[in-house]
């Protein structure tokens, strides 16, 4: 079983930044490809950003590249999305997966999730 507990989501006005954190627990954490994903009101959850592996290979959704930047902390078994240049298009809530493939895009290959964060982007 693996726990994942976001927070560092909130209100921040367009050109600014949020750092989220994404807490991961679990003896089997670490075999699990790390992502964050998105949902705004009324769409699809989508892909934002992965990491993977021992040399933290990393992957982002097009809209993303640039402004948003996914790492994290074996020591303290946290993912982290710097999130710069924030726009209202990236408000939605934020959730941390864990999944088996990559690049983690499909949501059919992740298998935990965490609760999620809103993130809200004013003009």
């Known amino acids: 079983q693996v726990q994942l507990v976001e927070s560092g989501g909130g209100l921040v006005q367009a050109g600014g930044s949020l750092r989220l954190s994404c807490a991961t627990a679990?003896?089997?954490?670490?075999?699990?490809?790390l992502a964050w994903f998105r949902q705004a009101p009324g769409k699809e959850r989508e892909f934002v950003a992965g990491i993977m592996g021992s040399e933290d290979f990393t992957d982002y959704a097009d809209s993303v590249k640039g402004r948003f930047t996914i790492t994290r902390d074996n020591a303290k078994n946290t993912v982290y999305l710097q999130m710069n240049s924030l726009n209202p298009e990236d408000t939605a809530v934020y959730y941390c997966?864990?999944?088996?493939?990559?690049?983690?895009?499909?949501?059919?290959?992740?298998?935990?999730w965490g609760q999620g964060t809103q993130v809200t982007v004013s003009t």
């Open positions: 679990g003896r089997t954490v670490s075999r699990y490809v």
């Open positions: 997966a864990a999944g088996s493939r990559w690049p983690p895009v499909d949501r059919q290959f992740i298998h935990y």
